[in-house]
């Protein structure tokens, strides 16, 4: 695999690790719950700072990989938590772990998976 393939292959891991935290932290919570635990809260906004970073960093990657999925707004919301961080709405915040995350993670793990397959069908078993 070139090494271009590994660095998209790190932020395709790296979405899916953050996503991974973020169900972690609102594990058993409700949008009021987690709302109101500003520790759990900082800590998801962070993991999705990530999420948005790693879609920064695959560039054209992620269009091409995962063309279904919002990137530029993806992009953008990272921007947002990063300096309109004390304008954020916190709906938009529940609504994208809640709403688009999960869609984003199966996006990713097949991106992810086609990406480790071998290129020549020959390599493949068959």
Same mark, same amino acid.
């Given at each position: 695999?070139p090494?271009?393939?590994y660095?998209t292959?790190d932020?395709l891991?790296?979405?899916?690790?953050?996503?991974?935290r *973020?169900? +972690?932290?609102?594990?058993? !919570?409700?949008?009021?719950d987690?709302?109101? &635990?500003?520790?759990?809260?900082?800590? %998801?906004?962070?993991?999705?700072?990530?999420?948005?970073?790693?879609?920064?960093?695959?560039?054209?990657?992620a269009?091409?990989?995962?063309?279904?999925?919002?990137w530029?707004a *993806?992009? +953008?919301?990272?921007?947002? !938590?990063?300096?309109?961080?004390?304008?954020? &709405?916190?709906?938009?915040?529940?609504? %994208?772990?809640?709403?688009?995350?999960?869609?984003?993670?199966?996006?990713?793990?097949?991106?992810l998976?086609?990406?480790?397959?071998?290129e020549?069908?020959s390599?493949?078993?068959?």
């Amino acid at each position: 695999m070139p090494s271009e393939q590994y660095r998209t292959a790190d932020c395709l891991a790296d979405i899916l690790d953050n996503i991974e935290r *973020i169900e +972690g932290h609102i594990s058993g !919570l409700d949008r009021d719950d987690l709302g109101s &635990d500003g520790l759990r809260r900082d800590a %998801v906004e962070r993991c999705l700072e990530r999420i948005c970073e790693a879609g920064v960093r695959l560039g054209e990657h992620a269009v091409t990989l995962m063309p279904d999925q919002p990137w530029q707004a *993806i992009r +953008g919301r990272g921007n947002r !938590l990063r300096h309109a961080y004390d304008r954020i &709405d916190f709906s938009v915040i529940w609504t %994208v772990i809640t709403d688009r995350l999960p869609e984003l993670k199966a996006d990713t793990a097949a991106a992810l998976e086609k990406l480790h397959q071998p290129e020549n069908p020959s390599e493949r078993g068959n």
